[in-house]
């Protein structure tokens, strides 16, 4: 199984911490974020990785190189400008292949262990999140969790979760779909209609680092 961290975003609520340092770069703990990932990933076998870049490209090159130096091989896949999470993954698919790859955002921290991923058996659906409970910044959620798949929010009283940036996707999700800047959200909702998108919810320890004072309170809370 391969996978794909997407590290091409801006960060501009991170600025000015994202002004000469690329998101996925800053460091919690004593390492970069998306070093937690690669490290993560290791652990889980799975060696071969794509990270998308956009903002600052030459600095996450410079840093991570080819993966050799922590045991992985990593192919790049370099934007011009950011092409959002589905039109880089688009952009990212021949690196890919046709099998089903796992996918992290490269600006979040979780101690989740990514080996979990790989008893993940998409069958005939195209997606497989992993949810969290709604952090503070984001009380009213993303989707629903009914039965094992994820949906889209139709009750305002209903319990809802938070995508993690974390999940497993067919490469047919994005069939016949053009290279260009694309989200992901309205693929997955489309996919939600026909109960193609399962879900589970992520045990462990998650945090979206959106924020200084987020970097900053996660960075102290590994420090310690």
Known sequence: ????ILAAGLGNRMRPLTL?????LLRVGGKPLIVWHIENLKRAGITDIIINTAWLAGELHKALGDGRAF???ITWSDEIEGLETA????RALPHLGEEAFVLVNGDVWTNFEFKHLLNVELGTALAHLMLVDNPPQ???????????????IEDATAQTFTYSGIAVLSPQLFAGLDDGKRPLAPLLKTAMQTKQVSAE?????????GTPERLADLDQRLQS
Not at 87 to 90: D, E
Not at 141 to 146: E, K, W
């Open 1 to 4: 199984m391969k996978a794909m």
């Open 201 to 209: 919810k992520l045990i462990g320890q998650w945090v979206d680092v």
């Open 71 to 73: 045991g992985v091989q």
């Open 138 to 152: 984001h009380l009213k959620g993303d989707f629903m969790l009914c039965d094992g798949f994820a949906q889209q």
């Open 20 to 24: 000469h340092t690329p998101k996925p």
């Open 87 to 90: 039109g880089g993954i688009i």
